[in-house]
């Protein structure tokens, strides 16, 4: 049989590094992306085919998959979008180009990379798009908005292409994990520092009470119902080698039960649950 071959985004570390090296021992050849060229040397020594690719960072996102596309005969049998990052604080306290950052990130360089490859996978017959999206694409929580807005708007996009993929024999599936061990925590706080003046604001007295508590002084301890990323990689190989792959795939407890909130309780109750956190 031919090898197969697989783009994943996020590779550095957490669920795309995961997902890399899962994928290669099961006989895929990956090609395993990061932001920062250290990181990429890091991943070749460990014996993966690593390239530099940034979301925000159009240029790197075009000459990546001509790259990729050289290394293959102009084929590609499965992307794997996944990276993302947070910017905790209030939606009143969200700067203008906050948003615009994040949205670069977490959602117009993965649409960005994934048109680019679409034309390869129509040319061949098939192919699997994979988006790791999040429970917070499902439901809402205060504190979140931007990375809320960026899920949403990653939901809306997949379900989309999936019904206008569908003749081209090209499936696409949405991974929603809820908490899983990565770096995420410490780089929302990076974002956090950068973006938010959560001093001038008038929730100031709840920041300093709620969330600076869960960003610092929680510290990197596990949140309930926390799974390693090789849960998230364990659903990433159905989706990727099932013959009949599901448009959704939750991970966690926490996205079950988000599930059911959306689905089953009038939007006054689900809001006053969900702003208890």
Same mark, same amino acid.
């Given at each position: 049989m031919t090898q197969k071959s697989v783009l994943i985004t996020g590779c550095s570390?957490?669920?795309?590094?995961?997902? #890399?090296?899962? $994928?290669?021992?099961?006989?895929?050849? /990956?090609? #395993?992306?990061?932001?920062? +060229? &250290?990181?990429?040397? *890091?991943?070749?020594? +460990?014996g993966l085919e690593s390239l530099r690719l940034d979301y925000e960072d159009e240029s790197s996102i075009a000459e990546t998959v001509d790259q990729i596309l050289a290394h293959t005969d102009g084929t590609l049998d499965a992307l794997f979008n996944n990276g993302a990052y947070a910017i905790p604080g209030a939606v009143e306290d969200l700067p203008r180009d906050a948003l615009r950052a994040i949205f670069e990130a977490n959602l117009f360089g993965w649409q960005d990379l994934t048109n680019r490859l679409i034309p390869a996978m129509r040319g061949q017959g098939h192919g699997r798009i994979v988006q790791c999206s999040s429970v917070l694409g499902l439901i809402p929580m205060q504190w979140r908005g931007a990375y809320v807005a960026t899920k949403y708007a990653l939901e809306g996009l997949s379900d989309v292409m999936r019904m206008e993929l569908r003749s081209a024999n090209i499936h696409v599936a949405l991974i929603e994990p809820g908490p899983?061990?990565?770096d995420f925590r410490r780089n929302a706080r990076k974002q956090f520092d950068r973006w938010i003046r959560w001093e001038d604001s008038a929730l100031a007295d709840l920041y300093r009470d709620r969330l600076l508590t869960r960003l610092y002084d929680a510290g990197d301890q596990k949140d309930r119902f926390e799974l390693p990323p090789s849960a998230v990689t364990k659903k990433l190989i159905h989706a990727l +080698?099932? @013959? *009949? @792959?599901?448009?959704?795939?939750? /991970?966690?407890? @926490?996205?079950?039960? #988000?599930?059911?909130?959306?689905?089953?309780? @009038? &939007?006054? $109750?689900?809001?006053?649950? $969900? #702003?208890?956190?």
């Open positions: 570390s957490g669920i795309g590094y995961d997902a #890399a090296h899962a $994928l290669a021992k099961r006989g895929w050849r /990956v090609f #395993a992306t990061c932001r920062q +060229e &250290t990181d990429c040397a *890091r991943l070749r020594n +460990e899983i061990s990565t +080698e099932s @013959p *009949r @792959p599901r448009a959704r795939y939750f /991970v966690t407890v @926490p996205t079950y039960g #988000a599930n059911l909130i959306r689905r089953l309780l @009038p &939007t006054r $109750l689900s809001d006053m649950i $969900l #702003a208890s956190d």
